[in-house]
């Protein structure tokens, strides 16, 4: 893994409801070319802080925040075009169908269209290229926003539960995926599901009550671990 720091976030805290923080005293450093599981209990604020880092929520203080070593906001669009988020659940551009959303996006990215037929192979999604967004199944649907965030290829891709609604050969090919994106930049990733985080992972956070209370590397990473981690939360 590069030292280099990519992203850092000081003290970010965010609320829908102003006494009732959901983050808090969020702090978070990403490096070059890594993977990081981000964990945590149902309600623990993943999918908040990812529409936090997409610029979707306006209730939310933060001391600092840096894209390689600069300064920067959510709605930068210099960031925007630095980062893509994958969310849990998402049914935005129902009227295009994949290759017109691809389009789209690439653009908006200031980006040639990639080549994207070995993601799509990969995913066994042939046969829903030209099919509207609002039409696909859930797993389809989420196969369209994961091959754009492969094919894009930002320096920081961002991703909210994206195993959920895959079938089993296309979460093997995910996690491939993964393993292999440190050639073109970082992946902060959010999962209730051990195997994903163990088998793709170079760091754990764990996030408890709105903030990040354990990190594992290494040999550290293993289900046990993580999984006794979360019951002491769950019971306290």
Known sequence: MDSVELFSLNNLSVWYAADHP???DFSLDLGT???VGLIGLNGAGKTTFMKTVAGLLSGYHLDSAAWAGHS???RDKAFKRKRYIVFAEDRSFQYFTFREYLAYT?????????EVSSLVTGFHFEDYTDVL???LSTGNLKKA??????ALRP???LLDEPVNGLDFQSTE??????SDYKEYGTILFSSHILESICLTSDRVLVLEHGRIGRSFTGKEIAAGNIREVLADYENR
Do not use: D
């Open 22 to 24: 959901v983050l808090s």
């Open 145 to 150: 926003y994961l091959i754009t965030a492969f």
């Open 72 to 74: 920067f906001s959510f």
């Open 155 to 157: 320096p920081l891709l």
């Open 173 to 178: 090919f995910l996690y491939r995926l993964m």
């Open 133 to 135: 967004l609002k039409e």
């Open 106 to 114: 690439a653009s908006s990215y200031g980006v040639p269209l990639p």
């Open 33 to 35: 070319n890594e993977v």
